[in-house]
Protein backbone atom coordinates (compact mmCIF):
# COMPACT_ATOMS: atom_id res chain seq x y z
CA UNK A 1 0.00 0.00 0.00
CA UNK A 2 1.46 3.48 -0.79
CA UNK A 3 1.32 6.22 1.25
CA UNK A 4 -1.19 8.86 0.54
CA UNK A 5 0.61 11.69 2.27
CA UNK A 6 4.03 13.71 1.71
CA UNK A 7 6.62 14.51 3.99
CA UNK A 8 7.26 18.36 3.71
CA UNK A 9 10.72 19.54 5.06
CA UNK A 10 11.05 21.24 8.15
CA UNK A 11 11.91 25.08 7.68
CA UNK A 12 15.26 26.12 9.54
CA UNK A 13 14.61 29.42 10.69
CA UNK A 14 18.50 30.02 10.89
CA UNK A 15 19.01 29.59 7.07
CA UNK A 16 15.78 31.99 6.48
CA UNK A 17 17.99 34.40 8.57
CA UNK A 18 21.01 34.46 6.82
CA UNK A 19 20.17 33.98 3.18
CA UNK A 20 17.95 37.75 4.21
CA UNK A 21 20.65 39.22 6.13
CA UNK A 22 24.11 37.83 5.19
CA UNK A 23 26.04 41.17 5.78
CA UNK A 24 24.85 40.96 9.56
CA UNK A 25 26.85 37.75 10.16
CA UNK A 26 29.66 38.91 12.68
CA UNK A 27 27.90 42.20 13.45
CA UNK A 28 25.04 40.19 16.04
CA UNK A 29 25.91 39.89 19.56
CA UNK A 30 25.23 36.42 19.85
CA UNK A 31 26.59 32.63 19.94
CA UNK A 32 25.32 30.65 16.72
CA UNK A 33 25.33 27.37 18.83
CA UNK A 34 22.52 28.32 20.95
CA UNK A 35 20.43 28.37 17.60
CA UNK A 36 17.72 30.12 15.88
CA UNK A 37 16.24 31.78 18.97
CA UNK A 38 19.75 33.33 20.46
CA UNK A 39 20.40 34.76 16.21
CA UNK A 40 16.44 36.15 16.56
CA UNK A 41 17.03 38.05 19.87
CA UNK A 42 19.87 39.14 18.97
CA UNK A 43 18.47 40.62 15.71
CA UNK A 44 15.67 42.12 17.66
CA UNK A 45 18.10 43.88 19.83
CA UNK A 46 19.81 45.01 16.72
CA UNK A 47 16.83 46.48 15.51
CA UNK A 48 16.04 48.43 18.75
CA UNK A 49 19.46 50.10 17.95
CA UNK A 50 18.05 51.79 14.69
CA UNK A 51 14.84 53.91 13.97
CA UNK A 52 12.25 53.01 12.35
CA UNK A 53 12.69 54.90 8.76
CA UNK A 54 15.31 52.57 8.51
CA UNK A 55 15.55 49.89 5.88
CA UNK A 56 16.10 47.41 8.38
CA UNK A 57 13.08 47.40 9.79
CA UNK A 58 11.68 46.82 6.14
CA UNK A 59 14.12 43.89 5.75
CA UNK A 60 12.84 42.53 8.98
CA UNK A 61 8.97 42.68 7.80
CA UNK A 62 9.60 40.91 4.84
CA UNK A 63 11.53 38.33 7.14
CA UNK A 64 8.62 38.14 9.20
CA UNK A 65 6.55 37.80 6.39
CA UNK A 66 8.21 34.98 4.77
CA UNK A 67 8.91 32.94 7.84
CA UNK A 68 4.99 33.08 8.42
CA UNK A 69 4.41 32.11 4.77
CA UNK A 70 6.06 28.82 5.36
CA UNK A 71 2.73 28.12 8.11
CA UNK A 72 5.41 26.05 10.09
CA UNK A 73 5.03 25.89 14.33
CA UNK A 74 8.69 26.22 14.34
CA UNK A 75 8.50 29.63 12.41
CA UNK A 76 5.21 30.39 13.97
CA UNK A 77 7.06 30.01 17.19
CA UNK A 78 10.03 32.32 16.20
CA UNK A 79 7.99 34.85 14.92
CA UNK A 80 5.61 35.32 18.16
CA UNK A 81 8.23 34.73 20.78
CA UNK A 82 11.27 36.41 18.74
CA UNK A 83 9.71 39.13 17.30
CA UNK A 84 5.65 40.19 18.71
CA UNK A 85 6.60 39.31 22.33
CA UNK A 86 9.82 40.98 22.21
CA UNK A 87 8.60 44.29 20.89
CA UNK A 88 5.49 44.73 22.38
CA UNK A 89 6.62 46.58 24.96
CA UNK A 90 7.51 49.36 22.01
CA UNK A 91 3.83 50.75 20.66
CA UNK A 92 5.51 51.95 18.11
CA UNK A 93 7.41 49.09 16.49
CA UNK A 94 4.12 47.17 16.92
CA UNK A 95 2.47 50.26 15.16
CA UNK A 96 5.04 49.76 12.39
CA UNK A 97 4.69 45.98 12.00
CA UNK A 98 1.13 46.46 11.73
CA UNK A 99 1.06 48.55 8.82
CA UNK A 100 3.60 46.33 6.92
CA UNK A 101 3.06 42.95 7.73
CA UNK A 102 0.44 41.16 5.50
CA UNK A 103 -1.17 37.72 5.23
CA UNK A 104 -0.29 34.91 7.78
CA UNK A 105 2.36 37.52 9.74
CA UNK A 106 -0.21 39.96 10.51
CA UNK A 107 -3.04 37.33 11.41
CA UNK A 108 0.03 36.32 13.98
CA UNK A 109 0.94 39.88 15.15
CA UNK A 110 -3.17 40.46 15.90
CA UNK A 111 -3.48 37.36 17.73
CA UNK A 112 -0.28 37.50 19.74
CA UNK A 113 -0.68 41.39 20.53
CA UNK A 114 -4.74 39.65 21.87
CA UNK A 115 -2.78 37.21 24.13
CA UNK A 116 -0.88 40.08 25.31
CA UNK A 117 -2.95 41.96 26.05
CA UNK A 118 -5.53 39.80 27.63
CA UNK A 119 -5.90 40.43 31.05
CA UNK A 120 -6.28 44.49 30.16
CA UNK A 121 -2.76 45.13 31.71
CA UNK A 122 -0.10 45.96 28.92
CA UNK A 123 3.20 45.63 29.64
CA UNK A 124 4.79 49.16 30.42
CA UNK A 125 5.90 51.11 27.21
CA UNK A 126 8.94 51.74 26.22
CA UNK A 127 10.28 54.55 23.69
CA UNK A 128 12.50 53.37 20.60
Known amino acids: MTPNFILLPHPDPIAIFWARFPHLKGTLNCD ?10 AFVDYLLE ?18 AA ?19 RYPAAIEFLHANLNGLALQLLEEEMEDEFSDGTPNEDQTL
Open 70 to 88: KNHPTTDTVIRMEFFLALS
Open 50 to 67: HPLEDAIWQGACALINEL
Open 32 to 41: EGYGEYRIYD
